[in-house]
Nanobody
Framework: QVHLVESGGGLVQVGGSLRLTCAAS????????MGWYRQTPGNERELVAT???????NVADAVQGRFAISINKAKETMWLQMNNLKPEDTAVYFC????????????WGQGTQVTVSS
């Protein structure tokens, strides 16, 4: 059974930093991808960044240069380092996991709230 648990959200001032953590079990397989998505009320979830088991990375333009995604060697912990936070980064951040061979099978974490105050 797949589990994803996010942590690290909170309230931060403009320009501040937060580090989100997603604990995954079991560890990421060779054909799997993990990523961070975010959602604000009334809107769909949007891509923030993704990382493959081979550590190929994709980062959304809106956070390029400010956010960094990484994963540990055991492929069981993923992070999102968020720097120079802006009010528009306020959202619930979700961890997502899927297998590229079975893209219809998607797993989500419960989400963690990030609030950036101006």
């Amino acid at each position: 059974q797949v589990h994803l648990v996010e942590s690290g959200g909170g309230l931060v001032q403009v320009g501040g930093s937060l580090r989100l953590t997603c604990a995954a079990s079991p560890s990421l397989g060779n054909d799997e991808v993990m990523g961070w998505y975010r959602q604000t009320p009334g809107n769909e979830r949007e891509l923030v960044a993704t990382i493959t088991a081979a550590e190929l990375i994709n980062v959304a333009d809106a956070v390029q240069g400010r956010f960094a995604i990484s994963i540990n060697k055991a492929k069981e912990t993923m992070w999102l380092q968020m720097n120079n936070l802006k009010p528009e980064d306020t959202a619930v951040y979700f961890c997502k996991r899927w297998d590229v061979r079975q893209p219809q099978t998607i797993y989500w974490g419960q989400g963690t709230q990030v609030t950036v105050s101006s």
